[in-house]
């Protein structure tokens, strides 16, 4: 069976299944599954982006909604598992799995499935110490908070997987397990991504309960993404004799390495089906009591505790959920549409505050299973809640007292909040012995997003239910107001045509001055006196005094300093690209910066390829020549000749600044962005030194203008 494996989607699934249509008529050979690691970004319409954790300049509907309005159906079974860019909305309607699109099936929160004989296990999202022994409170509309907890890993999944048993033939996680990198090439990873070295040396790259399970399971495969780079390494069994196979792939873009195909030996004949794992089926039946939906601490059962703390199923307990089935355990195709789709050609389309909506697939599933719905326990919540303050503002309103009907509607939270699992009374309290079972605490923001923006909802329910967006472009326009005068031909004010031609007219004598006693020359071009003539013709040599620099001229220098002063700042600073995916990283010319994990930013000098090395030595030769080019018309204070030599250097320094602005687009392919030349990848942006330098390269011109006094006006 050949399996395609896909790093972090990004909602490109066009590119994706054309992609793995190439690869089939290269090897001639069909690949019978797809399988992604995250950050699917299953967007159904314009009020799913309002539920991404993503800044607002980087949503895009992308192509998922084709798939999901059935415009277009997946050529081949898809699986994936959540990441941290998501709509969070949608997949928390199938919080144990569900189809979000025919052909497409999502693993839920944490998942088992097979598909001919081969069995896939599967962790959404990704780890965050202090959200890890919550429930699963979060509900939309999302606020700045739970818009981010609502995707971090929860102890009761992994305390599921745990339970586990028999071979797992492959893994799917988002993050990393922690302390993976020592089982690989971390030289070849380092170059890749330097701002790592800190984190691998602590060990805090990656995700704790990944490796624990990782090292309790010990798959044939475990695949993740995250952190937008390609990166194996074998992780062998302590003490036995499994080893797994773990790959890391980088995000769908041009020359990334995103996508990765296998063949598995399949264990069954006919045709690709997906089916149910028993044994989950059977622990999700077990722990039902476990579930959660307060955003309390909440311990899992350890071996301490009282009452029953390891629930892998015995044979008996797997037949009587086998039964519940009906000795079928092939997952139905029954997906349904919960909301409209998106439509390009709809411009007319109101954006919606996102709400709380049952899935009738985890309806049938949860009923058929004998478990809860987390989101049906949510919206029990809810709506008591807004029964309850509807009959407390009716009581305010009329006088005397409750009577016994209004009493009826007393809710006890506590009750809707517990699962209706018959073991809930008598497994109240437990404690954990995992080590992963760390008390909550306040980290920082996430650190994937490091970038990340804050969501623009408010989170209220009272909020209005449209929200309009408006992005205002300031465009910056220069005008040239100045108007094209005559100018007088007279000595001295000749300020516009003879300036730029000194050197002729400083050696033309008027008729007027030549009645003078002596010539008074305007600019020498060679000397600081010059022999004269008297009305007599008698020579008289006249000591001359040098002229100081005109206000054209003390604007230039002032203008090519600025110019200078800019280019320099934006070659020594790493801000030219910037991105806020996989962490907020800022990529320069001389310096990159990286933020990982909320933690500490990380410097490293840049590893320049041939455009960028062209573009920076332009720049740096260029900003050379302006220096030059300002002491030059410093120096023409005392002695105007140079004045021809400073504009060429200045021109020169045009020129340069100019090329570099033409080349350092045309490296926008390099790995770090993944883009196409002088074209940007939606994740990334130009930053503030890119465009300092194009101020610098604007103000050279003006400045080049003013020296030569080109087309402007009086002074």
Wanted: proline letters at 5%; a negative charge; aromatic letters at 12%.
């Amino acid at each position: 069976m050949r399996i395609a494996v896909e790093g972090c989607a990004h909602g490109e699934l066009d590119i994706i299944y054309e992609t793995i249509q190439e690869i089939e008529k290269i090897d001639g050979r069909k690949i019978d599954l797809l399988i992604c690691c995250g950050d699917f970004q299953a967007a159904r319409n314009l009020n799913d982006l309002k539920c991404m954790a993503i800044s607002d300049k980087y949503k895009d509907m992308c192509t998922f909604y084709k798939y999901y309005s059935g415009e277009k159906k997946a050529p081949i079974l898809t699986i994936f598992i959540g990441g941290n860019h998501e709509a969070s909305n949608y997949l928390q309607e199938l919080p144990y799995g569900g189809w979000v699109a025919p052909n497409i099936y999502y693993l839920g929160y944490a998942g088992v499935v097979q598909v001919a004989g081969i069995r896939i296990a599967g962790l959404s999202g990704i780890y965050k110490s202090r959200h890890w022994m919550q429930g699963h409170y979060e509900k939309p509309p999302y606020t700045d908070s739970t818009i981010r907890s609502v995707y971090h890993i929860r102890n009761i999944e992994v305390f599921r997987l745990k339970q586990l048993s028999g071979k797992i033939d492959i893994f799917l996680s988002h993050d990393w397990p922690a302390g993976v990198t020592k089982y690989g090439d971390e030289d070849i990873l380092l170059k890749q991504k330097p701002f790592f070295k800190d984190d691998i040396e602590s060990n805090t790259l990656g995700s704790p309960p990944c490796m624990e399970l990782l090292e309790r399971l010990y798959p044939s495969y475990w695949f993740s993404a995250h952190l937008h780079c390609k990166f194996a390494a074998l992780v062998p069994e302590k003490g036995g004799a499994r080893v797994t196979k773990f790959l890391a792939l980088d995000k769908c873009l041009p020359k990334r390495k995103f996508l990765q195909v296998l063949e598995v030996r399949s264990q069954e004949d006919g045709p690709i089906q997906l089916n149910y794992d028993l044994e989950w089926l059977t622990i999700l039946h077990l722990t039902n009591h476990l579930l959660s939906i307060k955003s309390s601490i909440h311990y899992m059962p350890g071996q301490y505790g009282g009452g029953r703390w390891t629930y892998t199923p015995t044979a008996k307990e797997k037949q009587i959920v086998y039964e519940k089935f009906g000795s079928n355990l092939r997952i139905p195709l029954n997906f349904t549409r919960t909301v409209k789709p998106y439509d390009p050609c709809d411009i007319n389309t109101r954006i919606e505050w996102p709400r709380l909506l049952i899935n009738d697939q985890t309806t049938r599933f949860c009923k058929m299973l004998g478990i809860d719905d987390p989101s049906a326990l949510l919206q029990i919540i809810t709506n008591t809640t807004m029964d309850n303050s509807r009959s407390s503002e009716l009581s305010m309103e009329t006088s005397g007292e409750y009577t016994s009907e209004s009493m009826d509607i007393s809710f006890d939270e506590e009750s809707v909040f517990s699962s209706t699992f018959e073991e809930n009374s008598t497994h109240k309290y437990f404690v954990d012995n995992s080590p992963t079972n760390f008390s909550p605490k306040s980290d920082g923001d996430d650190s994937d997003n490091g970038d990340m923006s804050k969501s623009t909802l408010d989170g209220t329910v009272n909020s209005s239910n449209t929200e309009t967006t408006t992005e205002i472009a300031d465009s910056a326009s220069m005008d040239d107001s100045s108007e094209q005068t005559g100018c007088v031909q007279t000595e001295p004010n000749c300020k516009k045509f003879k300036r730029r031609n000194y050197s002729v007219y400083s050696s033309t004598v008027s008729t007027q001055s030549r009645r003078t006693s002596c010539l008074r020359v305007l600019y020498a071009p060679k000397r600081w006196w010059q022999l004269a003539y008297a009305p007599n013709n008698v020579p008289i040599l006249c000591h001359l005094t040098a002229r100081k620099m005109d206000k054209l001229t003390i604007i230039s220098v002032i203008l090519f300093f600025l110019a200078d002063i800019s280019a320099i700042i934006s070659i020594s600073m790493p801000d030219w690209i910037i991105t806020d995916v996989g962490g907020d990283t800022r990529l320069g010319l001389m310096w990159s910066c990286m933020t990982l994990y909320n933690r500490p930013q990380v410097c490293f000098k840049s590893q320049l390829e041939s455009e960028w090395m062209m573009a920076l030595v332009c720049i740096f030769i260029g900003c050379i020549l302006i220096t030059a080019t300002v002491i030059l018309l410093i120096l023409s204070h005392w002695d105007r000749t140079v004045i021809p030599f400073a504009r060429w250097v200045g021109f020169s320094a045009m020129i340069l600044f100019c090329n570099a602005a033409v080349i350092f687009p045309m490296g926008f392919h390099i790995n770090e962005i993944g883009g196409q030349p002088y074209q940007l990848p939606n994740s990334h942006q130009v930053g503030i030194a890119y465009i300092l330098f194009v101020l610098a390269l604007w103000i050279t011109v003006i400045s080049e203008l003013f020296a030569g006094k080109v087309c402007l006006p009086h002074f």
